[in-house]
C-alpha cells in the first residue's frame, strides 16, 4: 500500500524565516518517484520537483531545497529566507510507476506572515 | 502557449441535475486524470486515461463518468448519483513511459457547488 504523511496541517512563520515541510512515505517498491507540488490561492498545482528512489542527492533550486532520506522514508523540503509569495498549499506526493497513477499526502498549508 | 483549460471556473447546479466538467489540453501528453479536492484534504484519483478510447477508475469513481474520444479532451460528467458532488475538481495531464514517471501539469480547476 502506498501512504504518503504530511503531519504538519498548518505553519505560520514570519518572513525572511526558514521554514521546513515534512514529508514521510510508505511503500514497498524499490523503484518509486516523490513529488512536491505547490498550490497558491488562485488553486492550481505548480510542480517543484521529481525525484526517483535510486537518487538520493538533495537538491537546491534557489531559496528551495529538498532532502531525500530513504533510511527514514523521508522526502522534506526547505524554504530560505521566505517571502510572502510562499504563502501556498505544498503537496507531497509518490508514485510506484506501474500504473502512472501517484498517491498524493493531505497538503501543508504555509502561512509567510509580513 | 501550451496547457491545460479548465472551464468553467465556478459551476452551480441544482440538486438532482447532471453537470459536465470540460477539460482541455494541448501539450500532447497520452495521459489525462480527474482529481477532486475538498477542504483540507489532498487530492483523490477520480478517473484517469493513458490513451484515447481507453479509461480506468481512480478511488472514488462512484457517481462520476468521464470519456476520451480524443487525445485533447477529457470531460467529467458529475451525475445526479453522486452523493456530495461540492468540490474543486482538478484535470492534469502527463507524459507515458520513457521508463520513468513523469510528473503531472494541472489546469486551473473548477469549483462545483450544488445548491
Known amino acids: 500500500a502506498q501512504k504518503v504523511t504530511q503531519a504538519q496541517t498548518e505553519i505560520s512563520v514570519v518572513e525572511k524565516e526558514d521554514v521546513t515541510l515534512d514529508c514521510v512515505y510508505e511503500t514497498r517498491d524499490t523503484t518509486y518517484y516523490l513529488f512536491w507540488y505547490k498550490q497558491p490561492p488562485s488553486g492550481e498545482l505548480v510542480f517543484l520537483i521529481r525525484?526517483?528512489?535510486?537518487?538520493?542527492q538533495n537538491e537546491i533550486s534557489g531559496r528551495y531545497s529538498w532532502n531525500f532520506q530513504k533510511s527514514t522514508s523521508s522526502f522534506n523540503f526547505t524554504i530560505t529566507a521566505s517571502q510572502v509569495v510562499d504563502s501556498a498549499v505544498y503537496f507531497c506526493?509518490?508514485?510506484?510507476?506501474?500504473?502512472?497513477?501517484?498517491?498524493f499526502g493531505k497538503g501543508t498549508r504555509l502561512h509567510i506572515l509580513p | 502557449d501550451g496547457g491545460i483549460t479548465q472551464s468553467p471556473k465556478y459551476l452551480f447546479r441544482k440538486e438532482g441535475q447532471n453537470v459536465t466538467l470540460s477539460c482541455e489540453q494541448n501539450l500532447n501528453h497520452d495521459a489525462m486524470y480527474w482529481y477532486r479536492q475538498d477542504p483540507g484534504q489532498g487530492l483523490r484519483l477520480i478517473y484517469y486515461s493513458q490513451i484515447v478510447n481507453d479509461f480506468q477508475k481512480g478511488d472514488i469513481a462512484e457517481g462520476y463518468s468521464v470519456s476520451r474520444e480524443k487525445k485533447e479532451s477529457f470531460p467529467l460528467t458529475v451525475t445526479s448519483a453522486q452523493k456530495n458532488p461540492t468540490a474543486f475538481y482538478l484535470c492534469a495531464s502527463s507524459i507515458v513511459g520513457g521508463g520513468t514517471y513523469n510528473e503531472q501539469f494541472f489546469g486551473p480547476g473548477t469549483r462545483l457547488t450544488v445548491l
Open positions: 525525484r526517483n528512489s535510486f537518487d538520493e
Open positions: 506526493a509518490l508514485s510506484e510507476g506501474r500504473d502512472d497513477k501517484i498517491i
